[in-house]
């Protein structure tokens, strides 16, 4: 772990009133940093906290408005917050965004506005057509503010859409406002530097060396995505002795991937646009925690061995999209390296476990992989989009390089300008690592291991709160921040028809937003399913018709009371809330399920 990562700078932990981001003289050799303060967030108006001057994302509503400074004369209204200069126009309009936010949270009232979905649109569509000149920017940023689903509020609790922190919102600005792009060195020159470096500690972070390279990106799918592409070139060729990102995909030659029956959709989406098409996929059984069973791997990669299937990828998950399981890295990585089959690890969830010293251990061996995913805009509350794609060995790169005569020529980079274009998919790319890099400078990773740490706990309190209850049934325990669980009415037949409508009772009357997904109809108490699919030769998995991520195993189901699939799903990322909040939302489900009942008599 790198000391950059561990440790705040000191104006972020001892001067709260400086800059985000300010620059401070590092400490002697052998002096003890101080600690990162609590980072803090202030939730939605239903439940008052007190802020912390780095962290607060939800403007308090006020009486009075923003004070503007004034700008120059403009012959027109608008002129003024068309200026192109980041000086006295954008302070005014930060000050309209911040009074709209306001007011639109206060007329919200809560996580999410009591609107039907059809009156919300009629509300959203009378609003833009009628906000016109200098007004427009206030009467719309209140709207947004207004439609929004907070997740700063504890009730907001559905999926992984943390509320970012004040600090990484600030440093979001900035970015805007200079709006570098990262394609070429001569229109981001410090911000390309600054993406090398973070991703040089978030790789030391991981475990990688320091030949390691990486790149800024949308998220997981994306990473998933370029995962795939370099698994697919590298292995391709070796097996063949052809470039396929030259010569494309060689005839009679059937590429297989391996991915747990639980693993995000996006892996069947990166299969089908590499051009290896869905059914490449091999969906390798879970056990009853839904996390991949290393000896059915192992069944499958011999069988497409004996087939002639070459294994391109083995993709393990780390935190997966219902649960937060985590696969068994080192077993995956162990029979990847003995099949010749590049590892995947996607992190884009659970890699928020290496800011915590708890829970870092659950991702022993993910520095065996030959590529990682990571969201920082979930476990690591950034804005959107915040994903991280790192690879071990900066030559994995190759059939990604680029040349392009306006934005890298090779005259250049010998002269020592540096191009990130082969790095990415995209050309045109924002500077993203901004944020998490004055992120880390403020909060350091043992904060941000706090913050990480209080979700855990809230997790766990809620799964207590569910199984305390009569009317409630836990799925299975937290092993992050989400758990799935269900409302049991008096009529096990209408499980399924109460729990999905209760969620929508909440979300209507602008209680609470609660996450929901679905399980198999019939649980074994080992594996999952409802249609058996056939993988290659004798091995075969039980899972879901819809595929990827409507998988989970056990706890329910056939054996359990009414059977049913619908099941309920808290994701806690709110380290703010407090264990008080997360009861009183699992009482609101308890309620809008009594009132679903008594509605159907």
């Known amino acids: 772990m790198t000391d950059t990562l561990r440790e705040p700078s000191q104006a972020g932990a001892d001067e709260p009133d400086a800059p985000a981001g300010a620059s401070a003289s590092p400490p002697p050799a052998g002096a003890q940093a101080p600690p990162a303060p609590p980072a803090e967030i202030t939730p939605g108006p239903s439940s008052p906290a007190t802020p912390g001057p780095s962290a607060e994302i939800t403007p308090k509503p006020s009486s009075a408005p923003t004070p503007r400074p004034s700008g120059g004369v403009v012959s027109r209204p608008g002129d003024g917050l068309a200026s192109v200069r980041p000086g006295e126009a954008l302070a005014g309009a930060v000050g309209a965004v911040l009074d709209g936010l306001a ?22 569509a009378r609003t833009l057509a009628e906000a016109r000149g200098e007004e427009a920017l206030g009467r719309l940023t209140e709207l947004l503010a207004y439609g929004a689903a907070d997740p700063a509020d504890p009730a907001c609790a559905a999926h992984l859409h943390c509320p970012p922190l004040a600090v990484a919102v600030a440093a979001d600005l900035a970015v805007s406002a200079l709006n570098p792009s990262l394609d070429s060195w001569d229109q981001a ?114 069988e497409a061995a004996r087939r002639g299937e070459p294994p391109v990828a083995v993709v393990a998950t780390a935190g997966t999209t219902d649960t937060g399981v985590i696969d068994p890295l080192p077993e995956c990585a162990a029979l990847a390296a003995e099949h010749g089959a590049w590892l995947h690890v996607d992190a884009a969830y659970g890699g928020g476990a290496l800011l915590s010293d708890r829970l870092a251990p659950l991702l022993a061996g993910v520095e065996l992989a030959d590529s990682i995913s990571l ?60 944020k998490i890099a004055v992120t880390l400078r403020t909060l350091g990773r043992d904060g941000l291991g706090r913050l990480v740490d209080a979700c855990h706990d809230l997790a766990r309190a809620g799964a207590a709160a569910v199984r305390a209850h009569p009317r409630l049934e836990l799925h299975a325990e937290p092993v992050l921040t989400a758990f799935l669980f269900r409302y049991l009415p008096r009529d096990p037949g209408r499980a399924d028809e109460v729990n999905a409508a209760l969620r929508r009772r909440l979300l209507c009357e602008g209680l609470a937003v609660v996450g929901r997904t679905e399980l198999p109809r019939d649980v074994s108490t080992e594996l999952p399913g409802d249609v058996t699919t056939e993988l290659p030769g004798d091995v075969s998995t039980e899972m879901s018709a819809e595929g990827f991520d409507e998988v989970s195993a056990g706890g329910s189901g056939a054996g359990s009371p009414g059977g049913g699939r619908v099941r309920l799903k808290l994701t806690l990322l709110n380290p703010h809330a407090t264990v008080a909040e997360v009861e009183r939302l699992v009482g609101l489900v308890v309620a809008a399920g009594e009132a679903e009942e008594a509605g159907l008599s």
Do not use: C
């Not at 007011?103 to 959203?124: C, D, F, I, S």
């Not at 978030?202 to 795939?228: C, F, I, K």
């Not at 890298?408 to 993203?432: I, W």
């Open 103 to 124: 007011a639109g949270a206060l007329r919200r009232g809560g996580p999410v506005p009591a609107e039907t979905p059809e009156a919300l649109a009629a509300q959203v």
């Open 189 to 302: 020159p410090a911000a390309t530097e600054l993406e090398t470096l973070l991703l040089r500690e978030l790789a030391g972070l991981v475990g990688y060396p320091d030949t390691a390279a990486g790149v800024l990106t949308s998220g997981g799918t994306e990473s998933n995505v370029m995962g795939l592409m370099l698994a697919r070139d590298r292995v391709l060729e070796r097996v063949t002795g052809e470039p396929v990102q030259l010569r494309g995909l060689p005839a009679r030659v059937r590429p297989r991937i391996f991915a747990s029956a639980a693993a995000h959709f996006s892996v069947r989406r990166a299969a089908a646009l590499l051009g290896l098409g869905e059914d490449a996929v091999v969906a390798v059984p879970v056990d009853r925690e839904q996390r991949m069973d290393p000896a059915a791997l192992e069944r499958a990669l011999r």
């Open 375 to 434: 969201d920082w805009h979930k476990l690591g509350w950034q804005p959107a989009a915040a994903g991280v794609f790192l690879v071990p060995r900066e030559e994995t790169y190759a059939s990604l390089a680029r040349r392009a005569a306006y934005l890298n020529p090779a005259d250049d980079e010998e002269a020592g300008y540096p191009s990130l274009l082969g790095r990415s998919l995209r050309t045109t790319r924002r500077a993203d690592a901004f």
